[in-house]
């Protein structure tokens, strides 16, 4: 048989040989097999040998790749290979971090050297020796990177090239001690600062390679103006013209692609630097202008300043640093336009006029224009119209807090104009005569800016604000009569709510939207309710009527008339406004406030009748009675509820106006419970029957206080009634209430203060009554079966009987010699001794029987 036939071929065949033979077979099979393994076996000890001495790497590889064949054939494991030694250790810096420290390092070095002998031991030499010294030093160091770059060592040159770019600032120095002494320093330093940037860039073109003498050159040649108008002894508007030009030199070389990146960064830094510091200067200088010349030099400036921020907003390549240089430039060139208008416009009209050329500015537009230009533009009027909110926000302030300063002068005479009803603690501010102005024409841009989108309910909401601001502010700035303000005023609250009920309607949704599910019972249907894309004006309009209406309220206190009148009318503005069929369902605010308004009118009436307030209280109650009346007619659920709760808000001022007096207080908790128990009557507030009660219960409780009546039983026992009524009705109800929740409350609130009062009684009437009746009660436990009655009454039937005969048992424990109360507790104490014994002895023979049964 040829090797390689299997078991499985030679089933397969059709003539199967015998047993003799297939055993056979089988035994020289398997002896093929053995000596192929071994054959196998040496073959894997020289590969073995081989890679152990090529590495232990390649070894390693093989020992992973060849695991699962070694496990699948049950091979016995490979010896295991020698263990490396330690490798060689990881340095911690790199060979080019190391040459370049070192290079830095030495090239600080030499400078400071250089420093050194320059200031120190410059005197030791003569002329001669002084330029020959420096003049050697300075050509070696310069000329030294000429030779290292041909031998590629650019690192060295680098920094052998800074040493000489060093030099050159100290040869100029030394110049100037020892050749041109009277020479004015400005001036020569400006001078040599541009002969040595002019040098150095020269310098870095000759040797190409060299990264250093650019940036270097870029960083001196910020200095030559600047310190050119300081040695001329020029004004601080040619000082600042001088750093504008170094910054629109420094914002040319950073937007030019032909310049190293490294140049670009410091032309950058130059002139972000330079612009910020020139045009905060010329911002000085515009506000300090006492003329029209001084003031068109500061306007001048600035123009230049927003120039070159647009220009390089034109030019920029990132647009984020773009949208940022033209929204700058936008605002520096409202700045130009306020410093011209300043000294020729009055302070007043100034801010109107900036805010002028800021609407201006986003109508700069064209293709012309780069659209990152044009949101810049736009940006930078919206924080000038910002920034015009934040100066008109202490008139507006004074304009609505202002009238707060009445409540301490309620009724003192009508004030001559608004500003006076406004100013009643402080003074008007000066120079704040356009302010309505500017509030109306942000509330236009706003409207006009925001004409659709997703935005334009905020937009609105915000403009409705800003007009009702300019509605405040507007009669105390032209100083309208007291009487026409209300009147203003009243017509803005109404405005306010007008528009809260007539906000815009939503969008229709597509057609492919489902239809929504009806309204539960008690809501109005969809079309009627607060949505999403009308819920900023609406809130905004009603939150405005409110704080409007407030602001009414408090201007009107200066006059008694002003008082009643504003109160009468906003009751039946809010009234007006809950009851009309409005789109929105808005309804529940104007009811609550048209209720608070009644009740402050109510206030107001009886204090201009001369009415002490627990007088007053009882006109109060008119509120509540009337909310309760109307609740059940209302058929929103909201809205029934915010008149149930103002109602009640109403009845609590009423009662803290009763306080002085019990009997009128008692009157007003009554007259409370009367109102909530004709509430608890609906099917829906049957709850309300506990508060009903409470208060009748109050109401009893002060009115005997106020008759003086210290007994508790006078307390307790209209308590005690209703509570029992009650538990009763409950145990009719559910048969499985317990007694001690349907009667213990009840019977606790009488039997515990009788007790604790009897029991420091010296007379007889209260303990024998309160006897009596804990044994009726323990009687109705024991006839009816109740556990409550049976232990409150019994219990207290036992402690009463134990205080009548307390002065007994005093006397006879007092008769008795002091040995018997040991005995008698010891005699005590063995018969339970005893008894417990018994009772082990019974257990123990009862489980003696029960081990001998089977």
């Not at 030679?10 to 047993?19: A, C, D, R, V, W």
């Not at 040493?163 to 320093?185: F, I, K, Q, R, W």
């Not at 033209?326 to 805010?355: D, E, I």
Request: hydrophobic letters at 55%; a positive charge; one cysteine or more.
């Amino acid at each position: 048989m040829p090797y390689g036939v299997t078991w499985p071929t030679l089933q397969g065949m059709t003539n199967i040989p015998p047993p003799a033979e297939e055993l056979r077979i089988l035994d020289h099979e398997l002896w093929q097999l053995d000596l192929r393994r071994n054959q196998l076996l040496a073959r894997r000890a020289w590969l073995l040998n081989v890679l152990q001495s090529a590495g232990s790497q390649a070894a390693r590889s093989w020992a992973q790749a060849s695991a699962p064949t070694r496990a699948a054939a049950n091979w016995p494991p490979p010896a295991p290979l020698p263990r490396p030694g330690p490798g060689p250790r990881r340095p911690e810096a790199t060979a080019p971090g190391v040459q370049n420290v070192l290079l830095v390092l030495g090239g600080i070095l030499l400078t400071v050297a250089a420093i050194a002998f320059t200031l120190v031991s410059w005197g030791d030499l003569g002329i001669a020796g002084r330029a020959a010294v420096l003049g050697a030093v300075t050509a070696a160091a310069l000329a030294a990177p000429v030779p290292l770059l041909k031998r590629g060592l650019r690192s060295t040159a680098e920094s052998l090239a800074g040493l000489g770019l060093a030099l050159t600032v100290l040869d100029a120095y030394a110049l100037h001690e020892v050749a041109l002494p009277a020479v004015d320093g400005a001036g020569y330093s400006a001078a040599a600062s541009a002969l040595l940037a002019a040098l150095w860039t020269a310098y870095g073109r000759v040797l190409g390679d060299l990264r250093l003498p650019f940036p270097a050159a870029m960083a001196a040649a910020q200095l030559p103006l600047l310190l050119w108008s300081v040695a001329t002894g020029a004004g601080d508007h040619t000082v600042t013209a001088a750093v504008l030009a170094t910054a629109a030199f420094d914002t040319v070389v950073a937007l030019s692609v032909s310049v190293p990146p490294s140049v670009r960064t410091v032309a950058a830094v130059g002139a972000y630097g330079a612009g910020a510091w020139s045009t905060l200067a010329a911002v000085l200088l515009s506000w300090e202008a006492d003329g029209p010349g001084a003031a068109a030099r500061a306007a001048a400036l600035l123009v230049l300043a927003a120039a070159i921020a647009l220009g390089a907003a034109w030019r920029a390549p990132e647009a984020k640093a773009a949208l940022g240089l033209a929204s700058a430039g936008g605002l520096v060139a409202v700045a130009a336009a306020g410093a011209v208008l300043r000294p020729v416009l009055p302070g007043a009209w100034t801010v109107a006029a900036c805010l002028a050329c800021a609407i201006a500015l986003p109508a700069v537009r064209g293709s012309w224009l780069p659209r990152t230009v044009r949101r810049g533009l736009w940006w930078s009027s919206a924080t000038v119209q910002a920034l015009t909110l934040v100066w008109t926000l202490p008139v507006v302030a004074l304009a609505l807090l202002g009238p707060a300063g009445w409540a301490a002068h309620v009724w003192s005479g009508a004030p001559s104009d608004a500003r006076a009803a406004v100013t009643v603690s402080t003074s008007w501010p000066p120079g704040m005569e356009t302010t309505p102005l500017l509030l109306a024409a942000v509330a236009v841009v706003l409207a006009l800016t925001f004409r659709g989108g997703p935005h334009r309910q905020l937009a609105l909401s915000g403009a409705l604000t800003l007009a009702w601001a300019t509605t405040v502010v507007l009669p105390a700035t032209v100083e309208l009569p007291y009487w026409a303000t209300l009147l203003t005023h009243g017509v803005t609250a109404a405005a306010a709510l007008t528009a809260a009920a007539y906000a815009p309607e939503p969008t229709p949704e597509p057609a492919s939207t489902p239809t929504p599910a009806p309204a539960p019972a008690g809501h109005p249907p969809t079309a009627a309710r607060l949505s999403p894309v009308t819920l900023p004006v609406t809130v905004t309009a009603l939150c405005l009527a409110l704080l409007g209406s407030v602001h009414l309220v408090a201007l009107s206190l200066a006059s008694e008339a002003a008082t009643l009148a504003v109160l009468g009318g906003l009751t039946a503005l809010f009234a007006t406004a809950a009851a009309w069929q409005t789109p929105v369902r808005i309804r529940a605010v104007p009811a609550a406030a048209s209720l608070a308004y009644a009740t402050a009118l109510a206030c107001a009436t009886g204090a201009s009748l001369d009415w002490q307030p627990h007088h007053i209280a009882l006109l109060v109650l008119v509120v509540p009675a009337a909310a309760a009346l109307l609740a059940p007619r209302l058929d929103d659920a909201t809205l029934k509820v915010s008149v149930e709760i103002t109602g009640a808000v109403a009845g609590l001022t009423a009662t803290g106006l009763a306080l002085a007096e019990p009997p009128v207080l008692a009157l007003v908790l009554a007259l409370c419970g009367v109102i909530t128990a004709g509430t608890a009557v609906r099917p829906d507030r049957r709850q309300a029957g506990y508060a009903a009660a409470a208060l009748f219960v109050l109401s009893g409780w002060v009115r005997l206080a106020a008759w003086e009546i210290g007994s508790p039983e006078a307390y307790t026992l209209p308590v005690t009634v209703l509570a029992l009524l009650v538990g009763y009705a409950r145990r009719k109800r559910d048969a499985d209430a317990s007694s001690w929740t349907a009667y213990g409350p009840g019977l606790s609130v009488t039997l515990v203060p009788s007790l604790l009062t009897a029991w420091g009684d010296t007379d007889w009437p209260r303990p024998l009554l309160l006897g009596a009746a804990a044994l009726a009660v323990t009687l109705v436990g024991v006839r009816h079966r109740l556990r409550a009655p049976l232990v409150l009454g019994g219990g207290t039937l036992v402690l009463v009987t134990l205080h009548e005969l307390a002065p007994y048992v005093a006397q006879a424990v007092g008769a008795l010699p002091r040995w018997a109360p040991p005995a008698l507790a010891g005699l005590l104490l063995l018969a339970v001794g005893a008894t417990y014994e018994k009772r082990l002895q019974d257990a123990r023979r009862l489980r003696e029987t029960l081990g001998k049964m089977r």
